[in-house]
């Protein structure tokens, strides 16, 4: 027979394993900040200090309410490292309201209309014999490959190539793969 001390340490652990942060298992911390299954790209992101430019882009494009939307959305997340890559200007340029169109373009070329984890990219691109064609939200067209380390790279239309340098990274609308270039659609 279980003692009352028992059962009350037995209650204790369960209710203290229920009030953790609600993470995937396996959800790696972005940019220093855990990244909870229960929020959306979008909150998920801006706890991120990695994707502060990101998040600002995102929001002088009017996408915030897109990404926080259902999805499911796979989005291929630059890091402020992958902007500053950029030619010098680029980013405070893109950011005006004048240059709104540009910037959705760009951004929704790193957006694909489906929860796609890093297993599923990797299988894709080894049934299309090491090339798969990903098309994004923003009409794009990008390749996914595997390097020779085992690390999907994604290629802009212009040849520029990103590496996915954290996968699977689980939100409640979708996944995030964080990416260290930005791609950059054909103009």
Excluded: Y
Excluded at 145 to 168: F, P, Q, R, S
């Amino acid at each position: 027979m279980l003692s009352r001390t028992t059962v009350l340490a037995a209650f204790t652990a369960v209710a203290l394993i229920a009030a953790q942060p609600a993470f995937a298992a396996d959800n790696p911390m972005v940019g220093g900040a855990p990244m909870l299954v229960t929020k959306n790209i979008v909150e998920n992101a801006m706890n991120s200090k990695d994707h502060t430019t990101l998040v600002a882009a995102v929001k002088a494009a009017g996408l915030v309410e897109t990404l926080q939307g259902p999805g499911p959305f796979t989005v291929f997340a630059p890091t402020n490292a992958a902007f500053a890559k950029l030619p010098p200007g680029t980013v405070e340029s893109l950011v005006k309201p004048e240059n709104k169109a540009k910037l959705t373009k760009i951004l929704t070329c790193h957006v694909v209309g489906a929860k796609a984890m890093s297993m599923a990219i990797a299988k894709m691109i080894s049934d299309d014999k090491g090339m798969h064609p990903v098309k994004t939200l923003g009409g794009c067209m990008l390749t996914a490959k595997m390097n020779a380390a085992g690390v999907i790279t994604l290629t802009d239309e212009n040849g520029g190539v990103a590496n996915v340098t954290i996968a699977d990274v689980q939100q409640s609308n979708g996944v995030i793969h964080v990416i260290d270039t930005v791609l950059l659609p054909k103009m």
